[in-house]
């Protein structure tokens, strides 16, 4: 019986998704993230969440327990980045040609949503402190708190080494709401421990709310573009049409789009039209260059056309990608 040498749909897929000379460098997917990082803040923000439930209750402390409600929010944070990364990993597939690099995104999106709930449910319970004070036990408060501090410190360090994912800024954003809400804590509880003025607990607890606000609405605006497939910041795309249509041999641009296939990696896709359809291999090479040389764009599709007499385009037999 003949042995079928045919290819799997796996390995024709693989075929498919493969990057030949000439085409853009990128991978759709990120191999070599190591999820080391937020695998080590993860267990240490879940030993000390548990930690400061505990005591934020017994001491009826807000900013103690707004500060373990932080925490509790960053476990889960933390693991969803932690899940988001593993996905990310993920190669192309034939459902899923683009890759998995948009989870993070999403993930980051989904903190951030869940940090303005935070932020809402911490305000809402300092304003009711603040018009009815309750007894809070400040020595028990200044000494989980300094404990907190220098947990969130070490958890701070540790994400701040991986500066390139979305997802991991936005677990960062989390861990250094917890810092503030720790050096908070620490400043409600010693006040409350030598003068007894017990309102500090719920100011400082909304002083910290609004300073993390900024930076969780900033998460939010820029995972919410990238997921829109907006234009990336960095990129002018007005600049980049001019570009184009000031290259030798090219008369017009339309139907052009710009956004992020994953995050940092931009492409471009658009419609150009040629006086000569013959010059289409060396505009396509001044374009390329020009493209990564001055706006980082490598993965590049476009169509040439050349416009007849009747007004309607003749276009080429084959687009073409880089």
């Known amino acids: 019986m003949p042995h079928d040498t045919s290819p ?24 070599d993230r190591s999820q080391s990082v937020l695998a080590w803040a993860l267990g240490l923000t879940l030993f000390f ?37 593993l996905i990310a990993k ?25 940090m303005l709930g935070v932020i809402v449910w911490i305000s809402f319970e300092a304003l009711q402190r603040l018009a009815t004070p309750e007894k809070v036990q400040g020595g028990v408060v200044m000494v989980v708190a300094t404990i907190g501090l220098f947990i969130n410190i ?25 810092l503030l809400g720790s050096v908070a804590a620490i400043i409600s509880g010693a006040i409350i421990y030598y003068t007894g003025w017990m309102p500090i ?24 573009h990238f997921l829109m497939k907006g234009v990336p910041t960095h990129i002018d795309f007005l600049q980049i049409g001019t570009d184009l249509e000031t290259t030798a041999g090219v008369a017009s ?18 419609h150009l039209e040629i006086d000569d359809l013959s010059a289409w291999p060396r505009i396509l090479e001044s374009i390329k260059k020009m493209l990564l040389e001055k706006h980082g764009i490598d993965h590049i599709t476009l169509q040439p056309e050349v ?16």
């Open 307 to 322: 416009l007849r007499e009747e007004n309607d385009y003749e276009s080429a037999s084959c687009n073409s990608e880089h």
């Open 90 to 114: 993920r190669p192309p597939t034939a459902k899923h040609t683009f890759g998995f690099g948009r989870s993070e995104a999403l993930a980051a999106f989904v903190n951030g949503l869940v």
């Open 201 to 224: 607990d719920p100011i400082l607890s909304i002083f910290v709310s609004l300073l993390i606000l900024k930076s969780t609405i900033g998460v939010l605006k820029e995972s919410f």
């Open 8 to 31: 799997t749909p796996v390995e024709k897929g693989q075929h498919l998704h493969a990057h030949r000379h000439g085409d853009a460098e990128h991978q759709h997917y990120f191999a």
């Open 253 to 270: 641009v339309h139907d052009l789009h710009i956004w992020e296939m994953s995050p940092g990696q931009p492409a471009l896709i658009g």
């Open 49 to 85: 969440a548990a930690i400061e439930v505990i005591f934020g209750v017994l001491s009826n402390s807000l900013a103690l327990i707004s500060d373990a409600g932080h925490m509790v929010t960053d476990s889960a944070a933390l693991g969803l980045a932690l899940l988001a990364q």
């Open 154 to 178: 070490i958890v701070a360090w540790v994400l701040s080494h991986d500066k390139e994912s979305m997802n991991t800024k936005a677990a960062l954003i989390h861990v250094m709401g917890d």
